[in-house]
Structures are given as structure tokens and as C-alpha cells.
């Protein structure tokens, strides 16, 4: 079995599951936050559309570099926005990780912060934690910002609270 043969799935699957909860953003609530530390709706899922943009980066570079001042939250403009951001992304990361063999995603990733190294990792593992689970856990985020907002959600990996027992 070859890493894609494992990770395509899997991230088809995230993917696909992200997709359902940024079709339910409302334009209308798109400033709004659960907390003054929070990030506005649209500035969270702007940043959930960007992470699969992510993946070819990875794949082609051997290490990134985090300047200071560098993070800068982008907040698209409406719902449609977002998805087309999000779809673009999607599909350039797939073609980028169904073009790699095994020993490119096992080849190393480097996590550099103003000169100092935060991690090391084979770009397999670089791809599942920074880009899919990053995404998964702002994906849970954003269920809560709509479930505030009183949006019933999808089913993502079993029925919801919204769906008829």
C-alpha cells in the first residue's frame, strides 16, 4: 500500500466533510464573534478555506520559515467567497499529493520560527497534522460558531443533535 493509497482517502473525506460546514455560513453573520478573543466567523472560515493551500507548499518546499508579522488574518467577503477559495485549494493540493511517491512523503519537512527550529517531519505527517487535523479542529470551531448562531449542522462522522432520532 503506497501513502496515497492511505492518505487520499482520508483527506477526500475531511475535505468533503469541511465543504458541508462552510455551505452553511451565513453572509449576515460573517463579522460576527462567540468572544472578543475570537476570530470573526469569516476570518475562521477564510482561514479553514486557505489550510489545504497549504499541501503543495509542503510538498515541494523542504522547510518554512515564520517571520515576525508574517500571520495576518484574512477575512473573505461572503460565503461564495469562501467556498471558491476553499474549492481552488482543495483541488490544487489533491493533484499536488496524487503526484508524490512514497519517498517524497517521507522525505523531511522543517517548522522554522524566527531562526529557531520547532519541528522536523516527515512531510506525510507535516500534511495530516498541519493541514488535515489544523483543519478538523477549526472545523469544530466553526460547528460551534453555527450552533450558536442556531444553524442546525451536517452529520460529519455520525448523526447530530439537528437530525430526527
Known sequence: ??????????????????????????DLHLAWKPHEKSMSLAQLATHIAELPGW??????????ELEPGAITRREA????AILEIFDR???????????????????????RKEGREIFTLPKAAVIRSMVMNHMVHHRGQLTVY???????????YGPTADEAA
Open 89 to 111: 485549494n482543495v483541488t490544487a493540493a489533491r493533484l499536488a499529493l496524487a503526484a508524490r511517491t512514497d519517498p517524497e512523503y517521507l522525505s523531511r519537512w522543517t517548522f
Open 55 to 64: 499541501s503543495p507548499k509542503i510538498l515541494e518546499q523542504s522547510m518554512f
Open 146 to 156: 453555527l450552533r450558536q448562531l442556531g444553524i442546525p449542522l451536517p452529520p460529519l
Open 1 to 26: 500500500m503506497s501513502m496515497n493509497d492511505a492518505l487520499l482517502p482520508e483527506y477526500d473525506r475531511e475535505m468533503g466533510a469541511t465543504r458541508r460546514v462552510l455551505e452553511l455560513i451565513p
Open 77 to 80: 467577503e461572503s460565503r461564495a
